[in-house]
T-cell receptor, first 114, second 116 residues
Framework: GENVEQHPSTLSVQEGDSAVIKCTYS??????FPWYKQELGKGPQLIID?????GEKKDQRIAVTLNKTAKHFSLHITETQPEDSAVYFC?????????????FGPGTRLSVLP | KAGVTQTPRYLIKTRGQQVTLSCSPI?????VSWYQQTPGQGLQFLFE???????NKGNFPGRFSGRQFSNSRSEMNVSTLELGDSALYLC???????????????FGPGTRLLVL
């Protein structure tokens, strides 16, 4: 089945710096890659996603890049702010007829230091 | 628009008991998915319901079951509870089938279950 690895497990950056989180997946049938942010005591919140027909997507300070050949995708956060501190999860998903979908990475705890 | 609501927020049970968790999706959303979140295993997909039918299922034992009502509200049941079932159980809703990769899912705050 699908396996999603995520690195680093923890990341500390100074406010204003950039943060990059990387994920790799194993199943070439996966074609949808969302990123979620989870704050303490809350459920995950979708922050950006990308589909396999696109190599890059950007939304203000957040961007995601996808390399289907290498089976990895990355989250980029620029000009980080203290409110970006949270746990970030990547996920890989494939169409329903391929079986179980939505496999999540183990998460990255991001701390933005003021 | 109100978000996904889950009840109860916290629950303590003992081994062998059974538990029912409830999820009310965002108004108009017809798909409800359930996930288990633990420190050791992370976020794991349990199942997805759409129009009162289970459309997709993760790799969990038969002790984990669910159902969806005509108003799209969903319940999840865990029977014969084990210590390892202690987790945060998250519900997510979407307009259509998330597993068709056409819809975004929105998560609720979760129900934290502790099994003693």
């Amino acid at each position: 089945g699908e396996n999603v690895e995520q690195h680093p497990s923890t990341l500390s950056v100074q406010e204003g710096d950039s943060a990059v989180i990387k994920c790799t997946y194993s199943d070439s049938a996966s074609n949808y890659f969302p990123w979620y942010k989870q704050e303490l005591g809350k459920g995950p919140q979708l922050i950006i996603d990308i589909r396999s027909n696109v190599g890059e997507k950007k939304d203000q300070r957040i961007a995601v890049t996808l390399n289907k050949t290498a089976k990895h995708f990355s989250l980029h956060i620029t000009e980080t702010q203290p409110e970006d501190s949270a746990v970030y999860f990547c996920a890989a998903s494939k169409p329903r007829n391929y079986g179980q979908n939505f496999v999540f990475g183990p998460g990255t705890r991001l701390s933005v230091l003021p | 628009k109100a978000g996904v609501t889950q009840t109860p927020r916290y629950l303590i049970k003992t081994r062998g008991q059974q538990v029912t968790l409830s999820c009310s999706p965002i108004s108009g959303h017809r798909s409800v998915s359930w996930y288990q979140q633990t420190p050791g295993q992370g976020l794991q997909f349990l199942f997805e319901y759409f129009s009162e039918t289970q459309r997709n299922k993760g790799n969990f034992p038969g002790r984990f079951s669910g159902r969806q009502f005509s108003n799209s509200r969903s319940e999840m049941n865990v029977s014969t509870l084990e210590l390892g079932d202690s987790a945060l159980y998250l519900c997510a809703s979407s307009l259509g089938l998330v597993s068709d990769l056409k819809e975004t899912q929105y998560f609720g705050p979760g129900t934290r279950l502790l099994v003693l």
